[in-house]
């Protein structure tokens, strides 16, 4: 038995010590080595958490209930009412100048550009000895005025008649000789009003037409200043649709004196815009519709074919009274090309001329009525609101040969 016991504490020592070699094996097994450390990064200061500002007491003395001043319950409540907004009063309407005499207000600025050619005559008839070599330079003065081939040959045969049988020749009666055969040229005796008044009926129609860039639109606007200054009302139709800015360029003339705008949607039917014009300006009573058009490049026959259906659509309600052809005076004898082509498609009855202040070559008005057999109606003299006057020939041949 005690052999027994014996055995088995054996055992049990052997096992312990042997578990503890397996252990202690394990133990000494070496560690992986740490990580490589992070660069030194100094961390940013921690922010103050909310609340600890308050940790740190107050050295306040508190006030009890009593201390407090309360709103008596018996004294009204002001309640703050919320600010007024003004309204943007809506912008006057302007009084458009007068315009009788316009032209004559305006004739220092008409002189400073057509002077040249009234002088530069003036100053080959003095000579002493006018030969033929003279009169060929008083040709070529004429047409560098783009006056034209066939009336500047008129003109020169009259003064070299009218010359011979004067004989002395002083500059008072050199500048009476020329007035009065320019006028003869540009005409005295021809109705230059702008047919707005038919009889029997309103609104008075006036179609405008012209090549891009002649400031048609400008002029349609500026033309509604001019009879709104006569004591008539307006519509405007806006049936240039292809350009955006042309509505609205020309409903802001419009507004500044109180004309009324009908206008369609962008890239719309010209002709649908001018028959709503009309239409609406009967409804209202107004005294004239003005219809603003596309500006058409005269080589493009599709296009010139749509101005005519404007004019057939617009003829259903009343025939027009007046038509109107815009030309750019700085274009010189190229307006006569577009003058032609506009006169086979609308039946031309005035001619506007603007820009005539930026040329010297005043002698297109001559050239054009010769060309079209319509008077000149209209003049531009500016970029003013009110730079457009009524063609006055006496003023306009004065500012021509100057004082």
Not at 210 to 215: A, D, H, L, R, S
């Amino acid at each position: 038995m005690e052999t027994i016991i014996l055995a088995v504490v054996i055992a049990v020592v052997v096992l312990g010590a042997l578990g503890g070699l397996v252990v202690g094996s394990r133990r000494r097994r070496p560690l992986p080595p740490p990580p490589p450390s992070p660069p030194d990064i100094t961390a940013p200061p921690a922010e103050p958490h909310v609340g600890e500002e308050a940790e740190t007491p107050r050295e306040e003395t508190r006030r009890t209930i009593e201390e407090v001043d309360l709103p008596d319950a018996s004294s009204p409540v002001v309640v703050e009412e919320p600010p007024v907004v003004e309204e943007i009063p809506a912008p006057a309407i302007e009084v458009p100048e007068p315009t009788a005499g316009r032209l004559v207000r305006l004739r220092a600025r008409l002189s400073r550009s057509q002077n040249a050619l009234g002088k530069g005559l003036l100053t080959l008839l003095s000579r002493e000895h006018l030969d033929e070599e003279t009169w060929e330079e008083i040709e070529d003065t004429l047409l560098t005025a783009d006056v034209g081939v066939q009336p500047t040959q008129e003109l020169v045969e009259r003064l070299r008649e009218r010359v011979r049988v004067l004989g002395t020749r002083t500059p008072a009666e050199l500048r009476t000789l020329l007035r009065e055969e320019l006028l003869t040229l540009v005409g005295t005796d021809v109705d230059r009003t702008v047919r707005t008044e038919p009889d029997g009926r309103k609104p008075g129609i006036v179609m405008v037409v012209g090549v891009n860039g002649t400031g048609k639109t400008t002029t349609t606007g500026k033309l509604a200043r001019v009879l709104v200054a006569d004591g008539r009302t307006v519509v405007l139709g806006a049936a240039d649709t292809f350009r955006a800015a042309a509505a609205d360029q020309l409903q802001t003339w419009g507004e500044r004196v109180g004309a009324h705008t009908v206008r369609g949607p962008e890239a719309g039917d010209p002709a649908s815009v001018a028959f709503d014009a009309v239409k609406e300006g009967k409804e209202m009573g107004v005294d004239v519709v003005l219809i603003d058009t596309a500006g058409r490049l005269h080589t493009k026959t599709g296009l010139m074919d749509e101005l005519g259906k404007v004019k057939r659509v617009v003829e259903k309600h009343a025939p027009l009274d007046e038509v109107l052809l815009v030309l750019d005076a700085t274009t010189g004898q190229n307006g006569l090309v577009q003058a032609r082509v506009f006169a086979e498609v609308v039946d031309i009855s005035g001619i506007v001329l603007t820009k005539l202040d930026g040329t010297a070559k005043g002698g297109i008005v001559i050239a054009v009525q010769r060309e079209l057999g319509v008077p000149v109606k209209l003049i531009g003299l500016g970029e003013g609101a009110d730079d457009l006057a009524p063609f006055e020939p006496e003023a306009f041949v004065d500012a021509l040969i100057g004082d």
